[in-house]
């Protein structure tokens, strides 16, 4: 625990903002609410506009502050939204299980994200709500596919019962902070991309995180 309660001054090496998209309703917040704060709320209410938190965790070694932002679903916000892709270096592409039509808008939000976002930015497929197994209405290998065809990471999740939440967003912010390592080595160019990946922040305490890092499932993930 010494390291969630210990030194305020402690140096971030890295602020990485994510964000998730999706249509409304296939759990976005409380997938954020879950790994940000361990909570889970069946009374949450639609997102409107964009909220974000931040999480300040160890990822090889390095402190690194998550800024993730929940943007809202519904269409008549996805105007207001589109400038928050700006300096995204990840994202999680969110859809529900049990409803097929919000897995089919899944390539639209893809073209959507990589039209405003960072070229090199990790993106995860994410298919919430797996503790509902009786309601499947995507098959994982039709999510496994379009995950492959367009070189995304893939995991199926449950809020509720915060199955691969963690592990979902450890993989995302380890291939993202490998990326920059390797940018930060070998770039000579002070690359745009390198400087917002290097931004340095204050260190947010958040109780509850856990510091366990068997999540840290990378290697999936490719920049599109």
């Not at 969110?94 to 097929?100: E, F, N, Q």
């Not at 073209?111 to 995507?138: F, P, Q, T, W, Y």
């Not at 366990?212 to 999936?220: F, S």
């Amino acid at each position: 625990m010494s390291n969630l309660y210990g030194d305020f001054n402690q140096k971030i090496d890295y602020v990485f903002k994510i964000v998730l998209i999706g249509d409304s309703a296939v759990g976005k917040s409380q997938l954020l609410a879950r790994f940000a704060r361990n909570e889970f709320s069946l009374d949450s209410k639609a997102t409107i506009g964009v909220e974000f938190q931040t999480k300040t965790l160890i990822v090889d070694q390095k402190t690194v502050k998550a800024q993730i932002w929940d943007t809202a679903g519904q269409e008549r916000y996805r105007a207001v939204t589109s400038a928050y892709y700006r300096g995204a270096v990840g994202a999680m592409l969110v859809y529900d299980m049990t409803k097929r039509q919000s897995f089919d808008h899944m390539a639209r939000w893809l073209e959507e994200l990589r039209g405003h976002a960072d070229k090199n930015i990790v993106i995860m497929l994410i298919g919430n709500k797996c503790d509902l197994g009786s309601l499947r209405a995507v098959p994982t290998e039709d999510a496994q596919e379009f995950a492959e065809r367009e070189n995304l990471c893939f995991m199926e999740t449950s809020a509720l019962e915060s199955t691969n939440v963690e592990s979902a967003f450890m993989t995302v912010l380890t291939q993202i902070y490998r990326i920059i390592s390797k940018k930060t080595l070998n770039a000579a160019d002070g690359s745009e991309y390198e400087k917002s990946a290097s931004l340095k922040g204050t260190k947010i305490i958040v109780p509850g995180q856990d510091s366990d890092p068997g999540g840290r499932k990378a290697g999936c993930c490719r920049s599109s």
